[in-house]
């Protein structure tokens, strides 16, 4: 059986309060303009980097952006999954932290994801809603229908892989950079999220689940439209693909270097 270790923030009680200088945010963003110069100004009191992939926005998305401090990549709206596989390629830090540019994900919990691959106790650390609480998943039908649908593809993901973790769809985490960069994940959109964790339990690697408190979104609307028929094709064909792939050979990654 696969053990997922599960941290809480005593586990990682005195940390720096200084950007990690082994850090770098990515924030896939398409027309957020109203709400990624605050994402990028938080990330950056945790991380010492942060890039920004402007996936085509016809807002003032990019040069907001850059005026925050962060570094802009363009990708033409060619999906979260690229964008995030796109913004990999230019990291030089040993961890990277992926954070949505709508405001739900509190930067604040940035150091407890990060905390485990430092002390090398994971290699991938996913934030979780179920433990950590959520403004966003409550209230109406759409919000059920997410629910559901994300406890059910969790199931399965627990079934296939003898794990134990309790939110397979939440886009806040933390993953050593060569590992994402050796991982073979494909998906363009939104299903990366748990392609990336079907992917990381798959190859024997460490997968570490702590709590982290969704917040509301600050403005736009989510970017995954449950009324259309293809989003529930993708999320199926993802997840076949994933659940069916072999174990693979575990790969050496060398500890990440405490500063």
């Known amino acids: ?4 270790g599960l ?14 200088p082994e850090v770098t945010v990515i924030i896939p963003a398409r027309n957020e303009a109203v709400t990624v110069a605050a994402v990028v100004a938080e990330c950056l009191h945790y991380a010492a980097h942060v890039i920004v992939v402007e996936g085509g926005s016809t807002d003032h998305t990019a040069e907001i952006a850059e005026a925050a401090g962060a570094w802009v990549v363009r990708d033409n709206g060619l999906g979260k999954g690229a964008a995030l596989r796109l ?12 954070v949505d540019a709508d405001g739900s994900h509190d930067p604040i919990d940035i150091p407890l994801l990060v905390a ?8 991938h650390v996913t934030g979780s809603r179920l433990l950590g609480g959520s403004d966003e998943l409550h209230g109406g039908g759409d919000e059920f229908l997410r629910l559901a649908g994300s406890a059910f593809i969790t199931y399965l993901i627990n079934r296939r892989f003898d794990a134990r973790i309790s939110d397979s769809q939440n886009g806040f985490r933390a993953i050593r950079t060569e590992l994402f960069r050796q991982l073979d994940v494909r998906s363009r959109h939104t299903t990366i999220e748990m392609e990336i964790i079907m992917s990381t339990l798959a190859s024997g690697h460490r997968l570490t689940e702590v709590p982290t408190h969704e917040r509301p979104r600050a403005a736009g609307f989510s970017k995954i439209s449950l009324s259309n028929p293809t989003t529930w094709l993708a999320y199926g064909w993802c997840l076949l693909k ?9 790969a050496v990654l060398a500890p990440v270097s405490s500063p």
């Open 1 to 4: 059986m696969i053990r997922l």
């Open 7 to 20: 941290a809480t923030p005593k586990d990682f009680d005195g940390q720096n309060d200084q950007p990690d």
């Open 87 to 98: 913004a990999a390629k230019h990291v030089t830090t040993p961890i990277c932290v992926f």
């Open 116 to 123: 485990p691959i430092k002390a090398d106790q994971s290699d």
């Open 242 to 250: 994933g659940l069916c792939q072999r174990r693979r050979a575990l």
